[in-house]
């Protein structure tokens, strides 16, 4: 085990240790500010993006509106990625072993697996999509009609298209089981590659249609800054539940940057800016092929069929799925594999680790869900997501307030030290992360059409609207009362009958 003076090496028996949780040595958190952006990029530059800026544009937004929109919503993320990604740089652990430092070294597996679920299964909607890329590619090259295909029984999908699933599943799988050094490599290619081809689309836009003219004139369809106001905070609040997860596993990444400046300097160039930049590119392409084509297409793979120069649709499509490799790679599979590892870590490794959220996101038919016409599931994951808010708040609040930014490193690993709490489990940080979460759950609830809108109070409707930041702050000052109410009362305990 290579060890420097915070990770002491009588921890590498523990049932609660192995290699891939250990502490990042300082020699290798080797990540520049570039690296920590182009991860950002990668993450960022993809096909959500390109589509989400259309939508505002649907609801009234004109693209100045909606890209401003758009950055402002990133720009506020920044803030409790940048905090909750400083442990990570500082100790060099990832996610689910800081977890225990508020919830304990047994009970840091539940919040870390309300993780990890949700990005098994955007695992499993982003394979899809990918394998759909693919598949496109094969259409185009081969020249079949994808309208008589024939569904495979109980998958409900043609040979060809689980076919191109289990290749682009494949590729994911033999990115992590290279490593995460592999991860970094993909990363640093798929940004800068992946800003070109968005400059080279919207150049062909251009020149294709009146050069945009109908867009940069385009007015915004509200009367009032009122109206303006209201649609631009539902904007904002969805992009932070965006990246509600990234917010909590963040340290999985910032563990192996170089320090400080670079994790905080690298996000905030790497996500605001590559995020605002597709989103104006999806408003400007989306715009233009409607005099181009004769409507507006929004889905850039459709979009990519539509054009009759099969070598730029082969090298368009294969730029698609590279963008949906980096996204999922960093968003869907990095988190989870450390999750399940840190369940049995002794027996799961992270590639480990990664082979069972693959193995999940086939299970979950992830096509079934991604042609849902009523969406319900997709509107479950982005719900649950906003749930995931407290426990933001309760890692910020354990380590920037109640710990002062001090771990005991070794600890966070044995069974009997400062973080074994009551049998491995925090009953505070429990009790925090459900304070936190009720609220919510009534707005969920309606929001799902599980109960009747009417018969949940709009307070609680209004909650759910910001279940992201309503839920961090409550855990927030929820999990700080709770551990000074705890020291006052055990300092009672433990002083003289005399003087209390």
Known sequence: MKTDKD?????????FYNSDLAPVPKEERTWTYWNIAALWAG????????TIASSMILQGMNWKQAVVT???GNAIMVIPLALNACPGTK???PFPILLRSSFGVVGANIPAMMRGLVACCWFGIQTWIGGSVIYAVAVMLMGFDPQTKTDLPILGISAGQFACFLI???????VILKGINCVKWLENLSAPYLILLGLGLLIWAYGASDGFASVWNQESKFESFGELFNVSLIGVTAMIGFWSTLALN????????????DQIVGQSLGLPPAFSF???LGVMVTSATASIFGREISDPIELMTQLDRPVLVVFALVSLCIAT???????NVVSPSNDFSNLWPKHISFKMGGVITGIFGILIFPWKIYSDPTGSFILFLIGYSALLGPIGGIMVADYFIWRRMHLNIADLYRKDGEYSYTKGFSYIGFTALLIGIIPNIPGFMAEMDWVSADRVPQIFRNIFRFAWMSGFAISFFTYITARKINQWHCRRQLSPAGTR
């Open 168 to 174: 682009f599943w494949a590729m994911n799988i033999a």
């Open 250 to 261: 963040i340290p999985d990444f910032s563990r192996y940057a170089r320090s400080q400046t």
């Open 70 to 72: 758009l950055f402002i």
């Open 325 to 331: 490799l980096s996204t999922n790679i960093a968003a």
């Open 7 to 15: 990770n002491p090496s009588d921890i590498d028996q523990s049932f």
């Open 91 to 93: 100790y060099g652990i």
């Open 43 to 50: 993450m960022a530059i993809g096909i959500p993006t390109y």
């Open 278 to 280: 597709y989103a104006f």
